[in-house]
């Protein structure tokens, strides 16, 4: 009998699209699924693609991987990081990726998950490669009217950089 293997789902939007919410609403309805926060590392890996993981060392992969400092939201340990990228030596991104869902799971507490939902706006630049390493990966791409974006973004308070502190994200200089 063969162990049941994770079903990707990445999610891709902009920013302040309701992505966050999305997520959190599939995550609520739906059993065995596992969402993790957005991290730049999985864009990072099918931007080098499948062959290119394949033939990499441990060492490699684990500095693609803390190059993102987002990785450290998972909670894993650097023993768990090295065994996870050691398990999945040379069997490219998808095995890479299923051993991180089910550590990821086991750290939070939950079984194997069935699907792992993937959430960042830059993958929708990978998607080609993306279904070239899994034909069967499921996409959901949010749509939101430009305008409540930029409403969003100019209207919400900036908290998570210290440069930004209690600053409105929009601050319709040029950037904003």
Not at 29 to 40: K, Q
Not at 118 to 147: K, M, N
Request: proline letters at 4%; hydrophobic letters at 40%; a neutral charge.
């Amino acid at each position: 009998m063969t162990e049941a293997r994770t079903r990707f789902t990445y999610l891709l939007y902009v920013s302040r699209s309701g992505s966050t919410m999305l997520a959190n609403h599939i995550a609520s309805r739906l059993e065995g699924v596992l969402v993790f926060p957005e991290l730049d590392f999985v864009g990072r890996l099918f931007a080098y693609g499948d062959d290119y993981v394949r033939r990499q060392s441990a060492s490699t992969i684990e500095k693609i991987i803390h190059a993102d400092t987002k990785s450290a939201s998972l909670g894993l340990t650097e023993q768990c990081w090295k065994e996870l990228v050691v398990s999945s030596l040379g069997q490219g991104i998808n095995a890479l990726l299923e051993a991180l869902s089910k550590q990821y799971a086991a750290v939070r507490g939950q079984p194997p998950p069935s699907m792992a939902l993937f959430q960042r706006g830059t993958l929708i630049s990978v998607v080609p490669e993306i279904i070239a390493c899994d034909p069967s990966a499921f996409f959901i791409h949010i749509y939101r009217d430009p305008r409540a974006s930029i409403n969003s973004v100019v209207k919400v308070r900036q908290t998570e950089f210290r440069d930004y502190d209690n600053q409105l994200m929009g601050r319709m200089d040029a950037l904003g």
